[in-house]
């Protein structure tokens, strides 16, 4: 017990640190909403700046200078801690000022992306400026022991831990009840309210950052003497902060600090385990503690689809259909085999390279640029790859090509665990969670002798197929021509699948839920589904990419796929163009020991600084052209090589005379006794309704009325009590795309498009449950929509895109459809219109449930009419019979029920058909 008790108390240490980090990330999302990845970075350049303090120089960190500058003699520890986090305040609001502050609108992911770029371009400016060497630092807490048992402790630990929850205390009584605490809070709420107030937003912010820098240089200036300086693990000391500020909620100091202290101590004992334990694995325990805690907070706190009004919109970029592809391909094979055949040695081995990375690109354009989940682990998991495919070989004898396939695949599964908090978390949240993948996996295995890893690496076997050897060779054969055209024919073979993924109905659903979950949902896409497919898909990639780096260093070892160069590499992809197959290519050749790195290499010397660069990229890049590099790139007006042939459109019931309704006495959607609860909120009690075959039901109410919110229940976006019959089917333990699979479609009152994909594609994503090209066509057609069908629909107008909403709803031929607010952004003539489309579409087989605040809309198009007042219903009738009911007019006028029936006499209720919201 005492030996337990001995590793926790060591790991306080650490775990004060993890707590100061964290501590940090609360005060900058606190005032910022950025989520600084740099922190521990900010730490770590702290810690150097004072341990050359202390020794007489002050660190230059402008390349061209002096690297250090003599100050005469060694400074104290006092004055040099002092001069230390003056200037990482100063550096918090330098990198504020310069990249968060022109950001304050950006989505917090890609906030979080800006300074993932700015922890590389701290962490390689050390490097660039002192060196990798350890650093040893002297102690600055009296070093003085007790007994514990038979085990002698040192006090530092304790005093560091007292130090940081002091620090703790004195943030939470300053954050509440100190005018700047108070101020900060209201300007994380709402920045126009600050102003409205006489607040000072950026002031908060800046004196924020630079609170929050200081806070973290002093954990990295305390723990310096305990954990020898090292710029890499300095810098991952983010992921345990992560880990803590996770289970603090991104606000609770408290919280965020003890979770902190908790992590350092039981990674403490994680290592007393695995030298206590023969069944405790011998490495990466001590990484697998945040990770685990990562995914059982996250686990408990996700949700599988985000509510209504939190819906997470990630501006990644444009990606483009590849309309056109197979000629690009061709002269891309054409100009990489001249290139090969002209090139030996070092260059060849770029281009190499260079095809290499372009297949871990195309894994990245999966994950993140289709499916929308930034993904920090992909050559992690090429590293899964290329030692799986030394352990198929070696161990297995199983040979080329069948190992790197089954390579591939394994590394598609893990890919798949990587996947599945993605069920119940997005956006920033599962960021994290692949960062600390990356970090177990390496420790865990790579760098795990007994796990066929280690830092000697493990041997890999020559490619050999029909007897010829495709390895890459040595000596003056280096690179063989035959690797090369491997490479090449690997990269081929993927770019293709990417640029067929990305026109599939797979990709449009990627896209969409990529644009927005809850409406994908509501097409019929498997949301959870896609989104696997997605890291699948992806994995696969990045095995086949990990196999070739295996082959290319005729072993697996665990510096190529190190957590720190995943970083890097997804900085340059995302850089290039994170959304296209273009970006891809253009990543594998700007990628480390690619072409563009040669000849920075060889022509400027610039090799030393790629990654500084690198950092600088993806930061420029994620501010001013999320598109990346290749968005920029001139395109060639290639021609269409399939030749595609016309389809014919059936425009019935776009022009003409409307069809007359049709009802019929078939029920096609019965609800009854719904209701729907939000905490101590009713917004929905015994909602009772039926709509029949062919008909068309006005659902209608006062603002606030609980419209949406019986849509949602019906759609399976609510919890709700109740039964929901479609077509004599019970919908209650359906969920929302089972629901739309059945037949019941549904729009959303704020439109909720994918503005990333065309028109037609829009609509496409709708017959995903049903429907084809015909009928996407026809839909075109019947609402005036041809000329735009392949404009994005981020560039139509408000009446454009209502339209787009309704015919992606209509693809599928749903048997009821969930109309909310249709005739939203149009006027007068263009309702009207509107009403006679969806009268054709009614005519056609679907019936409606119609949700306007244009009552002319309702009262002359519905079969009937339900009306809503607080949650309940409170009529139902004919439009005429609801243009004349007193208890309608109370509810429009908020008038007592008498003084309605006057009114309606005084000619009142003619105020309902005006095109006003209620």
């Known amino acids: 017990m005492t030996d337990h008790l001995t590793y926790l108390f060591l790991g306080l240490g650490n775990g004060a640190v993890y707590a100061a980090i964290g501590l940090a990330l609360v005060m900058t999302f606190k005032s910022s909403g950025v989520v600084n990845f740099a922190t521990g970075a900010v730490a770590l350049y702290c810690a150097y700046t004072y341990a050359l303090l202390r020794s007489g120089e002050l660190m230059i960190p402008i390349p061209g200078l002096p690297k250090t500058v003599d100050l005469g003699q060694p400074l104290g520890v006092a004055p040099a801690m002092i001069i230390s986090l003056i200037i990482a305040a100063l550096l918090g609001m330098l990198f504020y000022a310069l990249i968060f502050r022109p950001m304050r609108n950006a989505s917090v992911v890609a906030k979080a992306v800006a300074s993932i770029g700015l922890m590389l371009f701290i962490q390689s400016l050390i490097a660039l400026r002192v060196g990798t060497d350890p650093v040893a630092v002297a102690a600055i807490i009296p070093l003085k022991t007790f007994n514990l048992g038979d085990t002698s402790l040192p006090t530092d630990r304790f005093w560091l831990a007292v130090i940081v929850i002091a620090i703790a205390v004195v943030a939470t009584l300053v954050y509440r ?40 240089g002093l954990g990295g200036i305390l723990i310096a003497p305990l954990v020898t300086l090292n710029p890499i693990a300095y810098t991952l000391f983010i992921v345990p902060a992560l880990a803590a500020t996770l289970v603090g909620n991104f606000s609770s100091i408290w919280l965020t600090v003890v979770a902190g202290i908790v992590i350092g101590c039981l990674q403490s004992e994680a290592i007393n385990l695995q030298t206590s334990y023969s069944w405790v694995p011998k490495a990466g325990v001590a990484e697998f503690v945040p990770l685990i805690l990562i995914l059982i907070f996250l686990v408990f706190k996700g949700r599988a689809l985000p509510d209504r009004g939190a819906v997470i919109r990630q501006p990644l970029g444009r990606a483009p259909r590849p309309d056109r592809f197979l000629i690009p391909a061709v002269l891309g094979v054409v100009v990489a085999v001249i290139a090969l055949l002209a090139t030996a040695g070092s260059w060849r081995a770029a281009i190499v390279t260079t095809m290499i990375f372009g297949v871990l690109g195309l894994s990245q354009v999966v994950v993140t640029g289709f499916a929308g989940q930034i993904s920090l682990a992909q050559l992690t998991l090429a590293g899964v790859g290329a030692f799986s495919v030394s352990v198929l070989n070696t161990h297995l004898g199983i040979p080329f090509p069948f190992a790197p396939i089954i390579a591939a695949l394994f590394a598609g599964a893990i890919g798949l665990i990587v996947g599945l908090p993605a069920l119940r978390v997005r956006g920033l949240p599962l960021t994290v969670v692949t960062l600390a993948l990356a970090v177990f996996l390496e420790a865990f295995w790579f760098r795990n002798p ?64 990529r644009a927005n979950e809850r409406s994908a949902a509501a097409t019929g896409i498997n949301v959870p589904v896609v989104k696997l497919a997605g890291f699948g898909i992806a994995a696969v990639l990045a095995g086949l990419c990990g196999s070739l780096i295996g082959y290319q260093q005729t072993l697996a070892t665990p510096d190529p796929f190190t957590v720190f160069v995943g970083i890097t590499v997804f900085a340059l992809i995302y850089t290039a163009g994170v959304t296209s197959v273009g970006g891809a290519i253009l990543a594998g050749i700007m990628a480390p020991g690619g072409v563009f790195y040669l000849a920075f290499d060889r022509f400027i010397n610039l090799g030393d600084y790629y990654t500084l660069i690198s950092g600088v990229l993806l930061i420029i890049t994620v501010m001013a052209n999320p598109d990346g590099i290749a968005s920029r790139l001139p395109r060639i007006p290639f021609p269409a090589v399939r030749i595609r042939r016309p389809v014919a459109v059936d425009t019935t019931g776009a022009q003409g005379e409307t069809p007359q309704p049709n009802v019929t006495d078939h029920t096609a959607l019965a609800i009854d006794g719904v209701g729907v609860r939000y905490g101590a909120v009713q917004a929905a009690e015994d909602v009772t309704l039926k709509v029949h075959e062919g008909e068309i039901v006005g659902l209608i109410g006062p603002n606030g ?17 109740g039964t929901v019959v479609l077509d004599g089917l019970d919908l209650g333990a ?68 209502q339209l787009v909403s309704v015919a992606r709803v209509l693809a599928s031929k749903p048997k009821v459809a969930l109309l909310d607010e249709p005739a939203a952004g149009l006027d007068t003539n263009e309702s009207r219109w509107l009403g006679l489309k969806l009268r054709a579409a009614c005519a056609d087989g679907t019936a409606m449930l119609l949700v306007d605040h244009d009552m002319d809309l309702v009262l002359t198009l519905c079969d009937r009419v339900v009306v809503l007042d607080l949650g309940r219903v409170i009529a139902t009738g004919t439009p005429a019979e609801i243009r004349d009911n007193p208890e309608v007019v109370r509810a429009y006028l908020g008038v007592p029920a008498d003084t309605a029936v006057d009114l309606h006499h005084d000619g009142v209720p003619e105020l309902m058909t005006q095109e006003s919201t209620p």
């Not at 100190?178 to 912010?205: C, M, N, W």
């Not at 021509?481 to 067929?500: N, Q, S």
């Not at 049903?770 to 041809?786: F, I, S, Y």
Request: a negative charge.
């Open 734 to 801: 359906k969920r929302p795309h089972e629901r739309s699979r059945a037949g019941l479609g549904r729009s959303f009152q704020d439109v909720e498009l994918y503005d990333d994909l065309s028109a037609a594609e829009n609509i496409a994503v709708g017959a995903t449950n049903g429907g084809d090209d015909t009928r996407v066509a026809v839909l075109l057609a019947m609402l005036g929509l041809d000329e735009h069908s392949k404009t994005e629909v981020s560039s139509l107008s408000q009446g454009q895109r």
């Open 705 to 721: 009325a609980g419209k949406t919110t019986v849509i949602d229940a019906i759609s399976g976006f609510a919890p709700a009590t």
């Open 177 to 216: 009840y100190t005018r700047f605490g108070v101020a900060t809070e209201a300007a994380a709420e709402s920045e126009k309210g600050a102003y409205l107030t006489g607040l000072s937003p950026d002031r908060i912010a800046f004196s924020n950052w630079a609170l929050s820098s200081a806070i973290a």
């Open 450 to 513: 007994s796990l066929n890893g280690g830092t000697t690496g493990s041997p890999i076997d020559d490619p050999r197929l029909f007897g010829m050897s495709l390895g890459i060779g040595s000596g003056e054969a280096y690179p063989r021509m035959g690797f090369a055209v491997l490479c090449l024919v690997v990269l081929l073979a993927c770019a293709l699948f990417v640029a067929w993924l990305r026109r599939s109905r797979l990709g449009m659903s990627m896209l969409a839920v």
